[in-house]
């Protein structure tokens, strides 16, 4: 890869892209996308994605989406970086993690952010967001679980679970859930902090104005 564009959103999923573009030492160009604003809706981005969603990363014209395959498709080019595990045990553990992560923290999410995609009933709403913030915490519980023997999440680096991890702890914290992550969660806070101990993780999170964990 020469160069590329990856198009994101501050504090969206594209996150972990960003960061995993980051670590890699690979030259990319960042263009954000206002999400409150409806960028991701207009035609010059509809063009790119037409999902009208982040990330999107643009390749010498190729254009990949979906966080989960663009992570792992940096990391496999940099193998010396490590980021994505060459023992096939690791490799199955990272697929189970990112399919974990995508199939349930992310779509709990989704329904405490956006419940009108799930239901027309305006009165049912808040009754969609209260449970699915519920759903999330619990699954919070499941992944704090995974993440008490300390360490990186898959072998002994770090890698681009670590960094798709970063995404849900972030969400978990913000405005929408206001959890108390370190109350919570120690293990996973713990995890939050050693990927936010990286130089490449603070320049993300300063590029994208979020705060480091305390």
């Known amino acids: 890869m020469t160069s590329c564009t990856l198009y994101y959103a501050p504090g969206a999923c594209s996150l972990a892209a960003h960061i995993v573009l980051?670590?890699?030492?690979l030259p990319f160009e960042g263009h954000v996308l206002d999400l409150a604003?409806?960028?991701q809706r207009s035609a010059q981005y509809l063009a790119i994605n037409d999902r009208g969603r982040v990330p999107a990363l643009v390749e010498d014209?190729?254009?990949?989406?979906?966080?989960a395959a663009?992570?792992?498709?940096?990391?496999?080019?940099?193998?010396e970086k490590g980021m994505w595990p060459e023992d096939l045990r690791e490799?199955?553990?990272?697929?189970?993690?990112?399919?974990?992560l995508a199939c349930n923290h992310h779509v709990a999410y989704?329904?405490?952010r956006r419940p009108e995609r799930y239901t027309d009933d305006e009165e049912a709403l808040d009754g969609i967001r209260a449970k699915a913030a519920d759903t999330y915490g619990d699954l919070c519980t499941m992944t704090e679980v995974r993440l008490s023997h300390g360490g990186w999440a898959v072998g002994d680096r770090f890698g681009v679970v670590d960094a798709y991890l970063m995404v849900f702890w972030v969400w978990g914290r913000g405005a929408a859930l206001k959890f108390d992550m370190a109350g919570r969660f120690p293990a996973w806070t713990a995890h939050a902090r050693r990927v936010c101990a990286r130089p490449?993780?603070?320049?993300?999170?300063a590029r994208e104005g979020l705060a480091l964990p305390a």
């Open 22 to 25: 980051e670590e890699s030492g």
């Open 37 to 39: 604003r409806g960028d």
């Open 61 to 67: 014209g190729w254009v990949l989406t979906e966080c």
């Open 70 to 79: 663009i992570i792992r498709h940096v990391a496999r080019q940099v193998h």
């Open 91 to 100: 490799q199955a553990a990272a697929d189970e993690w990112l399919g974990w």
């Open 110 to 112: 989704a329904h405490v």
């Open 200 to 205: 490449a993780v603070q320049a993300v999170f």
